[in-house]
């Protein structure tokens, strides 16, 4: 193999793919055989790094120098200057954002990277997910190989999982160990694994960076289950909509393929795995284990009833485990370093680290990793840095459609399965959405609402009914048409539907809408009785005005106006607005250079 | 700007043709894999290819009708030339994807999930696409457009209009 002095890492995460970091490398390359140094210099496409708000990102070692928003037109300087002179391109080590310049130099990131800890995003951003051997390198495939070097038993794997406390990091937070276990002690001649990366929550993107970015460490996780429990055949079922991620999951495979670590025999244990790749189609209900399995079936995938437990009948009626893709990227780690290790961090229930996809009104949106323990104050504040624009924080969203808001008032709530719980939350899949005071409580409500009214499957009449009539409620609380008995009303449903409902969807669509009527129920009230929406947010409540006194009459609201229905004279009278014909579509506001135009 | 090729009638059916063979006789647990291929070749899975699926794998076209409408990745129209995806992920809706969509929706006069007249362009709202940090977000084809105010829209789509 080649010795290089010097690595140059770019992010090729679909993030920062979107901002062009394809045409980076392209010029990076063209660069490196200018000079002569293709030789000297080698370049790593790797997976997210995190820092997604700042992309593209780049990273030179040995000196570990990180440069942020990279263009194609700056590679020309960076080569010049710090691959051939070593002097770094300090421009590009500033993070510069919007006017507020809330965030400022490298010590930003530095503390964006402080307070976290990196076990199943070990190796994202730090090799090349296409490159088996840059993860063996890394460690990746010690954990499998000791457990036939040392000869460990099955029941030794499930104990040291066991011991490690390590829970399921798809939202339910159930052990993972003992999942294992029920699946080892049934008897049958087939059994298989299967992978969950079908990744529902609709703000949220942790396994999927997992699987761009290291794709290796699912693989040998699944090898590592499989022994356990005594299969020989896994699948993972993602998401059609994650082109890159399948991509590399099948070059990783054949990888696998080829280094004898998938087919038989492998590592001449005798033990055999075979891996496959089924897509999802697009339906929020097949996160749901038993609704995978039908759809891995090539069936509509309506959920089942359980018991039976996939442990003891699931795919094609075998015993079949199924673990989230993070999950899975703990494990390797966990056989290699040992349980003590994995459980020495975290809290007494809830050990290890969870990532989290950090977004919304936040300056440093991307993907972190924190020890269980981590307050949401340390996620809000210093790992994400604030929120922008100097507005004030309003609440963290967790748990996408099944779970609930966190307001100020508990951001020093220590973030483990149980407190997330005890805040009317829940751990979630690892979606994190800050919300600021520009954000309508009701409307987000409505929102995951009409996320579960479009994906129930129509199976059970609380999910199916109960779910629509409670949008339809929000409808008309936020078009203006609330009555207070309608508040009630929501309460109400939301009891019913979770107790009628037959799978997590149903039983989990009114999170909610429950836990912000319980945080913020004064903001409904306002709906209802004020018909007052106080972020400007409810179409059917606000109205768009221009105050005269501020007015420049320049006439572009009117000229941007689809309806015509703003008048006024050029630089003579003031603009107003004809109510009646507004659609409010916001034109106007975005337009006027003086914020003569607001919302009330 | 890069469009979808377009390929004959005759061209679709007969990559259609090679797909479902590699299937033929295997049954309902490899239907998802090949409607998925059949999409990808033919564009979206009007009766017609149904019925050669069902065909195929000795189902019901009721069967395969009845998943193809379970799931939302099928279609059973045509989709246009440039598939303009807003992203409607919690992340960007927060920060105003619905202004955005509803102004794609505007400029071009269709509603979510229908196509122009000509055949040129149909409108989805799908969920995080895994770009957040810059949300919100929409994507045209295989491109990806972030950070958007409603005010981007027209130039953007002029770009698509004349090629
Ligand atoms: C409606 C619904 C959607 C779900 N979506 C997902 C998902 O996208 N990804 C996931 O890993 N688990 C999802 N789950 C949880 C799975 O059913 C299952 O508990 C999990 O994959 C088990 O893996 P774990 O123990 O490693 O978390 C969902 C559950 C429900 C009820
Ligand atoms: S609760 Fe909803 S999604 Fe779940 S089975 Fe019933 S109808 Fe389907
Ligand atoms: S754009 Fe602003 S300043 Fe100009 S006419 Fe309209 S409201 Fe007045
Ligand atoms: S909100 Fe839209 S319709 Fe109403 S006045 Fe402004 S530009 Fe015209
Ligand atoms: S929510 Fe739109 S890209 Fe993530």
């Known amino acids: ?600 | 700007m890069a469009t979808t090729t377009r390929l004959t009638h005759d061209e679709k059916i007969n990559k259609l043709n090679k797909v479902i063979d590699k299937y033929r006789g295997q049954g309902r647990k490899v239907l998802m894999q090949l409607l998925q291929e059949a999409q990808a070749v033919y564009g979206y899975l009007p009766l017609e290819v149904q019925r050669m699926v069902a065909d195929a794998l000795d189902l019901s076209v009721a069967e395969v009708y009845g998943v193809i409408t379970f799931y939302s990745f099928f279609s059973l129209n045509p989709k246009g030339d440039n598939q303009i995806s807003v992203c409607m992920g919690t992340a960007c809706y927060v920060k105003g994807a619905q202004a955005v969509l509803d102004k794609v929706i505007s400029e071009l006069g269709i509603q979510v999930g229908e196509c122009t007249q000509d055949g040129r362009f149909s409108i989805h709202a799908c969920r995080c696409v895994g770009a957040c940090g810059l949300a919100p977000v929409m994507m045209i084809n295989e491109n990806v457009y972030g950070r958007l105010t409603p005010d981007q829209i027209p130039e953007i789509l002029a770009k698509y209009k004349e090629a």
């Open chain 1, 1 to 600: 193999m080649d010795l290089y002095r010097t690595h140059v890492l770019i992010c090729s995460g679909t993030n920062c793919t979107a901002l062009q970091s394809p045409q980076i490398i392209e010029t990076m390359e063209k660069q490196l055989k200018r000079h002569g140094l293709s030789n000297e210099v080698k370049i790593v496409q790797t997976g997210c790094f995190g820092l997604c708000d700042d992309g593209p990102i780049m990273v030179v070692y040995p000196e570990g120098v990180m440069y942020y928003h990279v263009q194609p037109d700056d590679v020309a300087e960076i080569v010049t200057e710090h691959l051939l002179k070593g002097r770094f391109v300090k421009r590009l080590m500033t993070i510069q954002t919007s006017a507020t310049g809330g965030k400022n130099y490298s010590a930003e990131s530095s503390k964006f990277f402080a307070k976290q800890l990196r076990i199943a995003l070990r190796n994202c951003g730090n090799i090349n997910p296409e490159s088996i051997d840059e993860y063996i390198g890394n460690d990746g495939y010690f954990g499998l190989a000791k457990i036939f070097r040392e000869k460990m038993k099955p029941e030794d794997v499930i104990e040291e999982i066991k011991m490690s406390g390590l829970r399921g990091r798809g939202g339910g937070g159930f052990p993972t160990g003992l999942k294992w276990e029920f699946a080892a002690r049934q008897q049958s001649e087939q059994k298989y694994v299967c992978c969950n990366a079908d990744e529902g929550d609709p703000g949220a993107f942790m396994d999927r960076s997992v699987l761009e970015g290291d794709p290796h460490s699912v693989i040998e996780a699944m090898i590592i289950a499989g022994y356990a429990i005594g299969a020989d055949q896994g699948y993972v079922y993602v998401r059609a909509e994650y082109p890159i991620a399948i991509e590399r999951l099948k070059i990783a495979i054949e990888q696998a393929k080829q280094y004898g670590l998938l087919g038989n025999d492998i590592l001449g244990s005798g033990f055999a795995f075979d891996i496959g790749i089924r897509l999802g189609a697009g339906a929020f209900v097949c996160g749901e284990e038993t609704a995978l399995m039908r759809s891995i079936e090539g069936k509509r995938g309506n959920p089942t009833p359980r018991p039976p437990f996939p442990a003891v009948k699931g795919l094609f009626d075998k015993p079949t485990i199924l673990n989230n893709v993070e999950t899975y990227a703990n494990i390797p780690a966990i056989m290699l370093k040992g349980a003590d290790w994995f459980s020495s961090y975290g809290t007494s229930r809830s050990k290890g680290t969870k990532v989290f996809a950090l977004g919304g009104k936040i300056n440093n949106v991307g993907l972190i990793e924190i020890p269980m323990g981590t307050t949401v104050r340390e996620v809000v504040y210093d790992i994400g840095g604030g929120i922008p624009d100097n507005k004030a924080f309003k609440a963290v969203q967790t748990g996408g459609p099944s779970g609930g808001c966190i307001p100020a008032s508990m951001l020093d709530t220590p973030i483990d399965y149980d407190n997330l719980i005890e805040a009317g939350s829940m751990m979630g899949s690892g979606g994190m959405i800050v919300m600021d005071e520009d954000t309508c409580m009701v409307d987000i409500a409505k929102f995951f609402l009409e996320f579960t009214v479009e994906e129930s499957c129509g199976k059970c009449a609380p999910c199916r009914i109960g779910t629509r009539r409670m949008l339809e409620i929000l409808e008309k609380i936020t078009e203006g048409n609330g009555i207070l008995k309608d508040i009630d009303d929501l309460e109400r449903l939301a009891v019913a539907i979770r107790e009628g409902s037959l799978c997590g969807l149903g039983q989990t669509a009114p999170n909610p809408v429950l836990s912000t009527l319980k945080r913020f129920r004064e903001e409904y009230v306002e709906h209802v009785v004020d018909k007052k929406c106080r972020c400007g947010v409810c179409k059917g409540l606000t109205q768009y005005e221009i105050i005269s006194d501020l007015c420049k009459m320049c006439g572009l609201c009117a000229k941007r106006c689809p309806t015509n229905c703003i008048s006024g004279v050029l630089g003579k009278e003031p603009f107003v607005i004809d109510k009646s014909q507004c659609i409010k579509c916001g034109a106007c506001m975005q337009a006027c250079k003086f914020k003569a135009v607001v919302k009330r």
